[in-house]
Every structure is written in C-alpha cells, then in structure tokens.
T-cell receptor, first 114, second 114 residues
Framework: DAGVTQSPTHLIKTRGQQVTLRCSPISGHKSVSWYQQVLGQGPQFIFQYYEKEERGRGNFPDRFSARQFPNYSSELNVNALLLGDSALYLC?????????????FGQGTRLTVV | DAKTTQPPSMDCAEGRAANLPCNHSTISGNEYVYWYRQIHSQGPQYIIHGLKNNETNEMASLIITEDRKSSTLILPHATLRDTAVYYCIVRVAKVLDAGNMLTFGGGTRLMVKP
C-alpha cells in the first residue's frame, strides 16, 4: 500500500512568491495535517483538515492556507514567501473515528526561499 | 496538551538496550503518551503509545510510571538504524480525534554507536 505522498520533494522559491504543496493521504484516511519543520527543531503544527473542513490551526500567519479536496488530498499554500519560511513541510494522515490513533507522515517537501 | 521534557541527546552501544526517558508531570487523566521518531531527512514514524499500562510492540516497549508523570521508551536491542530523534508527545484522546494534530518538542537525539 502506498503511504502518504507529497509533491514536490524539493522546491526553490524567491522571496515574495507564492507556493503550493500537495499531499495525498493513505487510502481510507480522511484527515490530513500539515507541519513545518525548521532545521534543528521539531515539527510545528500548521493545520488539520477532516472531511474537507478545517478542524485545527496552529500559530501561523494568514499567509498560510490550506484546503482538502473530495478525494481527501490536500494542498498547503503559502503567499508572500519570507526567508524564514524555508523549512521541511510535512503532511500527515490518520484514520478517523476513533479516540486514539497514530499519524502517518510523508517524506516532506523541502522548501528553500532565496 | 501537557508539556514534555526530554534529554536533548543520548548515546547507546549497538546491541544494548536504549532507554529514553520523558517527563510529563502535568499530564491529565485523559491524555495518552505517544512516541514518534524521525530518522534524518525522513518524516516522523509512529512507535508506540499508552495510557497507563505498560505497552509492547515489535518496535519497542513503553513503561509508564504509576503516577503517570514520566515514561520510558525502551528499544531492547538498539541497531545503527535506530539512530534518530525520538519525540515524546502527550495528547488528549478526543472523540473522533484524527490523531494527527500533535505538539512536538525538541525530542532526544539518540546516537547508536558500533
């Protein structure tokens, strides 16, 4: 079975540009979350989507937005890129409808802003 | 979610047991202890979780103290491939919680040496 897939794997953007990152969850998983991991730190939660609705949001500016599609895939958009947005962006999916379950992470998209 | 405290780094000899401690002194009765690890340049990987009883699976054992204020992840026979950053996460188990909204700390960088 395919795991969580993210695209692209690497990306270089210029300050002020916009970027879209994509994530396909494991088949059957209806919830997707996004994380930002700056070098040397643990992942920081950005968004959680469940059944196409935003269910959680971390402490990130409005330049960050996301959406989930009917097939449960998701996109993360970042506008007006700053140098500080350079990071590994991780997507995680999990099975829903239980009180405790594990998250499955993709390999991430490495974004470099120059 | 309760905050966790972990040592920033630990070493372990190959073939020996690796014991990774985690302090979560403010944990509530409905909060689970989860462990994930992140091998360099990969997404985090779920290891194990528990509420109050000790747990064991094919990867590791989780020992939770009786007062639930601390826990230890045990890798019984560490290999070089276990070199990674290990994250201890305390998370409330909510109804229909998708399980992928996690608060990561700095983790413990485990170095397994030959």
């Amino acid at each position: 079975d395919a795991g969580v897939t993210q695209s692209p794997t690497h990306l270089i953007k210029t300050r002020g540009q916009q970027v879209t990152l994509r994530c396909s969850p494991i088949s059957g998983h209806k919830s997707v979350s996004w994380y930002q991991q700056v070098l040397g730190q643990g992942p920081q939660f950005i968004f959680q989507y469940y059944e196409k609705e935003e269910r959680g949001r971390g402490n990130f500016p409005d330049r960050f937005s996301a959406r989930q599609f009917p097939n449960y895939s998701s996109e993360l958009n970042v506008n007006a890129l700053l140098l500080g947005d350079s990071a590994l962006y991780l997507c995680a999916s999990s099975f829903s409808g239980t009180t405790n379950t594990e998250a499955f992470f993709g390999q991430g998209t490495r974004l470099t802003v120059v | 979610d309760a905050k966790t405290t972990q040592p920033p780094s630990m070493d372990c000899a190959e073939g020996r047991a690796a014991n990774l401690p985690c302090n979560h002194s403010t944990i509530s009765g409905n909060e689970y202890v989860y462990w994930y690890r992140q091998i360099h340049s990969q997404g985090p990987q779920y290891i194990i979780h528990g509420l109050k009883n000790n747990e064991t699976n094919e990867m590791a054992s989780l020992i939770i103290t009786e007062d639930r204020k601390s826990s230890t992840l045990i890798l019984p026979h560490a290999t070089l491939r276990d070199t990674a950053v290990y994250y201890c996460i305390v998370r409330v188990a909510k109804v229909l919680d998708a399980g992928n909204m996690l608060t990561f700390g700095g983790g413990t960088r485990l170095m397994v040496k030959p």
